[in-house]
């Protein structure tokens, strides 16, 4: 990867200066096209190791194999009927249906402002209209409680939309601060999460490292099951899914890095995001 003032090679490692015009990569490393070739060079790499991963995956299997037939007969003698220690705690079950039918149930106008932090959150979007969001910690209490730092912090205030992907989502909330990562809350990095990503699912954006979220956010279009399990759903949309639709209705331009029709050709920015509760 080329530094983006000189266009000189980088040293992996992402160096905080570029050796050579000692420009400040902090932010160039930030960026969704900076991701993307990121993202390239870590494939490259994983694919000169995995002739390695396949012998060691290989050997697991056989270690798993040989202690499952020694283990068997052990548990089969031991049993008493007795209950077992419950596996990793979490929320086992969701009625989705009754989220489905919670989604867009209500209008913005449904709430007003808060002075307290809330589950409820109103991002206004300029030109676009509202849209209020239901925040489950008891889902993704990281993620949530991460959310509502921003909100009571102003940080989401003038970010934009960056990213409009009509048919899936549309992704925003990107800052200049330098944030520190929380953990990724979804079933592929441990955690129990049974929030699916249905239309009107808000969600945290990541890179490949799965526990890399800071405070991008997408809200989705559509239906995608891909990011069931490998992305921590955390809200939902119950006011103005409408503005979604909206946003995903402007003029897009093609990412230069990765080809993806999603770049807004006019700005969606958040004028703000504020805490609110359903009126009585």
């Given at each position: 990867m080329n530094c983006p003032k000189c266009q000189k090679p980088l040293p992996k490692g992402q160096p905080r200066l570029c050796p050579n015009c000692k420009k400040d990569l902090s932010n160039f490393y930030k960026m969704k096209e900076t991701q993307v070739l990121l993202e390239a060079e870590k494939a490259a790499d994983l694919k000169k190791?995995?002739?390695?991963?396949?012998?060691?995956?290989?050997?697991?299997?056989?270690a798993l194999i040989v202690a499952a037939v020694l283990l068997i007969p052990k548990l089969g003698a031991g049993s008493t009927g007795e209950p077992t220690e419950a596996a990793v705690p979490g929320v086992e079950t969701l009625d989705m249906e009754?989220?489905?039918?919670?989604?867009?149930?209500?209008?913005?106008e449904d709430f007003t402002q808060s002075?307290?932090?809330s589950d409820f959150v109103k991002i206004t979007v300029k030109d676009f209209?509202?849209?209020?969001?239901?925040?489950?910690?008891?889902?993704?209490?990281?993620?949530?409680?991460?959310?509502?730092?921003?909100?009571?912090?102003?940080?989401?205030?003038?970010?934009?939309?960056?990213?409009?992907?009509?048919?899936?989502?549309?992704?925003?909330?990107?800052?200049?601060?330098?944030?520190?990562?929380?953990?990724?809350?979804?079933?592929?990095?441990?955690?129990?999460?049974?929030?699916?990503?249905?239309r009107g699912v808000l969600s945290m954006a990541r890179t490949t490292v799965k526990d890399s979220a800071t405070s991008q956010f997408f809200l989705m279009h559509a239906d995608n099951a891909t990011l069931d399990g490998n992305y921590a759903a955390f809200g939902y949309i119950v006011a103005g899914l409408d503005t979604v639709d909206k946003i995903c209705q402007i003029p897009l331009g093609d990412n230069p890095y990765n080809g993806e029709h999603s770049v807004p050709q006019v700005d969606v920015v958040m004028e703000s995001a504020v805490f609110v509760t359903p009126k009585q």
């Open positions: 190791r995995k002739l390695i991963k396949l012998v060691i995956g290989a050997l697991l299997v056989c009754a989220v489905k039918a919670e989604i867009d149930s209500r209008k913005p002075d307290e932090p209209g509202e849209i209020v969001v239901k925040l489950r910690p008891d889902l993704a209490p990281i993620s949530a409680r991460n959310f509502k730092d921003l909100v009571a912090r102003k940080y989401y205030d003038g970010t934009s939309f960056h990213r409009v992907y009509p048919g899936f989502m549309i992704q925003g909330g990107a800052g200049e601060e330098d944030l520190p990562a929380i953990k990724g809350e979804f079933s592929s990095n441990g955690v129990k999460n049974p929030l699916l990503h249905v």
